[in-house]
């Protein structure tokens, strides 16, 4: 009855004014009603940006992506975070994909950081995969975790911290006994 070429056409035939708003498709056995809302959630929000001009003192949290090109002092937590070669974050950053191009003061938490070689960085890197091109400063620690954005660094584990001590190695005691004093 209806062709696919019919029903996209931009342009509707001027034959049949009754078929130019709603096509008839209840003999077309392709079509589901769920085929434009499947299409729908794919369509990604582009980045919020925040300026260079912008100077932000409090926390940011998405679940989106976020491009700093300005300076924010407070933590950030996004899926996406880019920081512009001009950018300066003072403070925690937890995100899904980290990409640094300026400098930052303070840790970073990442399933995926990535340091430019334009990056300048001042803490510790808590990861789960990690690239530091040539020319990138960095001072700090990096450590590699299966879930850098849940765990808690710098905090023994439960199991070891209860363990009884004539279990646990020596080493493993030590730094143990200076926390609890």
Aim: proline fraction near 7%; charged fraction near 25%; glycine fraction near 8%.
């Amino acid at each position: 009855m209806f062709s696919k070429s019919k029903i996209n056409d931009p342009a509707p035939k001027a034959e049949d004014p009754r078929q130019t708003s709603t096509p008839d498709r209840s003999a077309d056995t392709s079509y589901s009603g769920s085929e434009f809302k499947a299409s729908a959630p794919k369509a990604k929000p582009p980045a919020s940006v925040l300026s260079a001009d912008l100077h932000i003192t409090g926390n940011l949290k998405t679940t989106g992506d976020i491009q700093v090109e300005g300076t924010v002092e407070g933590d950030i937590r996004a899926h996406l975070l880019t920081v512009g070669e001009g950018a300066t974050i003072k403070g925690e950053i937890v995100a899904d994909d980290v990409v640094i191009n300026g400098r930052i003061v303070g840790r970073v938490r990442g399933l995926k950081v990535r340091l430019t070689s334009t990056a300048r960085v001042e803490g510790d890197i808590i990861h789960k995969t990690i690239a530091i091109e040539s020319g990138a400063h960095f001072e700090g620690s990096v450590q590699r975790q299966d879930d850098p954005l849940n765990a808690k660094s710098n905090a023994p584990k439960a199991p070891a911290a209860s363990a009884p001590a004539s279990s646990a190695p020596a080493s493993a005691q030590q730094p143990a006994a200076k926390a609890g004093s």
